[in-house]
């Protein structure tokens, strides 16, 4: 058993209960601003992933890097875009764990 990654911080809207992977600042639901800490089990699986060879300007000279939509939690989850560390291999379904945050960018590995 290796150790469980660290928790996933993803948001809740205080008023709808709705979960956001990012922050929000206006629930697309209800229109609520306010919103409260709402920490998932940072273990996800990979939905889709993509190599990033042109990016944009806030990422120029890092390329290539992998990219993947994942949806991270457990029995609730949420789909976001993350940086995959070190494995471009991953494919949908592998399982992958949250590493950190770093820039305002969600980095990902192989779990
Ligand atoms: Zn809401």
């Known amino acids: 058993m290796s150790e469980s990654p660290p928790e996933f911080p993803a948001t809740r809207c205080a008023d709808c209960g709705l979960l956001y992977g990012h922050e929000a600042y206006i629930c697309r639901e209800c229109g609520s601003e306010t919103f409260e800490r709402a920490p998932l089990d940072g273990s996800g699986t990979v939905y889709a992933r993509t ?61």
Do not use: K, M, W
């Open 51 to 111: 190599t990033i060879r042109v990016p944009g300007s806030d990422h120029q000279g890092e390329e290539p890097f992998e990219v993947a939509i994942v949806d991270v939690g457990g029995e609730e989850t949420v789909r976001v875009t993350v940086r995959i560390e070190e494995n471009p291999e991953l494919g949908p379904d592998d399982p992958v764990e949250f590493v950190d945050r770093r820039d305002g960018v969600f980095y990902f590995r192989a779990a």
